[in-house]
Structure formats: C-alpha cells, structure tokens
C-alpha cells in the first residue's frame, strides 16, 4: 500500500524563534499590528510504501528522529493517509 505523509516541523514553543520574531517586527512595521507571535518551520511531504498504516507511521516516526528533526530544538507532529 502507498501512503502520503505531511510532517510538520516546528521550533519547541520553550525556545524563541528568531525567524518569526524578524518576520513579526516587519509586519508589525508594516501596519499589521494584529499579527504576532509568528513561529515559522517546515513542511515535509514523503511517499511510503508499507504493508499497513501502522508500519508507515513507524517510518515517519524514525525518519523523522534519525534525520528530518533537530529535537533538541525541535517537535513534529504528522499524518498519513492512504493513496
């Protein structure tokens, strides 16, 4: 079975952002007052072929430990679903 997985990769909330922070002061500059607290990340797409759901989540999961993540400074969150 194939699987598409969206893997969201984001700063931990305990840590600034510096990113966001530049992003947030130029909007703020830029008269969008009403937008802050602007975290900015990564969006992964992978295709996987596996013999069920549970065994694709497993290899998001150690791909994303092993390789796609920092998780000293970082958290992910995914889903998969079926194509």
């Given at each position: 079975m194939n699987f598409i997985a969206e893997i969201s990769i984001m700063p931990?909330?305990?840590?600034?952002d510096?990113?966001?922070m530049l992003i947030s002061s130029e909007l703020q500059k830029l008269?969008?007052?009403d937008?802050?607290?602007?975290?900015?990340g990564k969006h992964i797409t992978l295709?996987?072929?596996a013999?069920?759901?549970?065994?694709?989540?497993?290899r998001v999961k150690d791909s994303c430990n092993?390789?796609?993540?920092?998780?000293v400074t970082e958290g992910y969150e995914y889903t998969i679903k079926e194509v």
């Open positions: 931990l909330k305990s840590l600034p510096p990113q966001g008269g969008f007052s937008i802050r607290n602007i975290r900015i295709e996987i072929t013999n069920s759901k549970e065994a694709a989540m497993e092993l390789l796609l993540h920092n998780p």
